[in-house]
């Protein structure tokens, strides 16, 4: 089993910046690779940023391309989100998000607010 633990969501106003993180413990071993995905009010859950293991390659969602940075510390097992330029389109509960070999993993989520 794998543990994703968030932290660093809040209340911030547009224009502002954030940064998420996330630490895994547990069975962490063939790890494709970790990100982000969040789910804004009545929408679907989507993907926004990933980082994969191999090559260090990054995956944004077109709606926070050139806004916000994933990146990771793989000795620490953890993944960060530098989230700027904040929008109240932004406002979701973001889940970090883990690809092992044989199955994918999420944490419980973190609530970012952008006040207009």
């Known amino acids: 089993q794998v543990q994703l633990v968030e932290s660093g969501g809040g209340l911030v106003q547009a224009g502002g910046s954030l940064r998420l993180s996330c630490a895994a413990s547990g069975s962490i071993y063939g790890i494709n690779a970790m990100g982000w995905y969040r789910q804004a009010p009545g929408k679907q859950r989507e993907l926004i940023a990933v980082?994969?293991?191999?090559?260090?390659?990054?995956t944004y969602a077109d709606s926070v391309k050139g806004r916000f940075t994933v990146s990771r510390d793989n000795a620490k097992s953890t993944v960060s989100l530098q989230m700027s330029s904040l929008k109240p389109e932004d406002t979701a509960v973001y889940y970090c998000?883990?690809?092992?070999?044989?199955?994918?993993?999420w944490g419980k989520g973190t609530l970012v607010t952008v006040s207009s």
């Open positions: 980082m994969f293991t191999s090559g260090g390659r990054t």
């Open positions: 998000y883990l690809d092992r070999y044989d199955k994918d993993y």
